[in-house]
């Protein structure tokens, strides 16, 4: 069965930086498109990035130039560096992933992980 798994987030200063992980296991032929997302109270889950399997990445307009996301396809983990941290980035951070896997073809999420922007 295919779990994500995510790691990092926490307590930091604003301006600070953190580093999410998100690792795929399981039955895994290929890691395919793997997002980033937000959420916080009252809001609706807001995109935050993306990298495509060949290495594309895109960004949302609020973190562009702040947060930076990569692969790693031998560890099948993704990762979000998140730097000059604002309040506004204050949310539970949610990983999404399209993976190959022997026979079938599915979308996961992680669990969760709070990011907390304090000043």
């Known amino acids: 069965q295919v779990q994500l798994e995510q790691s990092g987030g926490g307590l930091v200063q604003a301006g600070g930086s953190l580093t999410l992980s998100c690792t795929a296991s399981?039955?895994?032929?290929?890691?395919?498109?793997v997002g980033w997302f937000r959420q916080t109270p009252g809001k609706q889950r807001e995109w935050v990035a993306s990298?495509?399997?060949?290495?594309?990445?895109n960004y949302g307009e609020s973190v562009k130039g702040r947060f930076a996301i990569s692969r790693d396809n031998a560890k099948n983990t993704v990762y979000l560096q998140m730097n000059s941290l604002k309040l506004e980035d204050t949310g539970v951070y949610y990983c999404?992933?399209?993976?190959?896997?022997?026979?079938?073809?599915?979308?996961?999420w992680g669990q969760g992980t709070q990011v907390t922007v304090s000043s």
């Open positions: 999404n992933a399209d993976i190959r896997e022997f026979g079938r073809r599915g979308v996961y």
């Open positions: 399981g039955r895994i032929l290929s890691v395919n498109d």
């Open positions: 990298i495509r399997s060949g290495g594309g990445t």
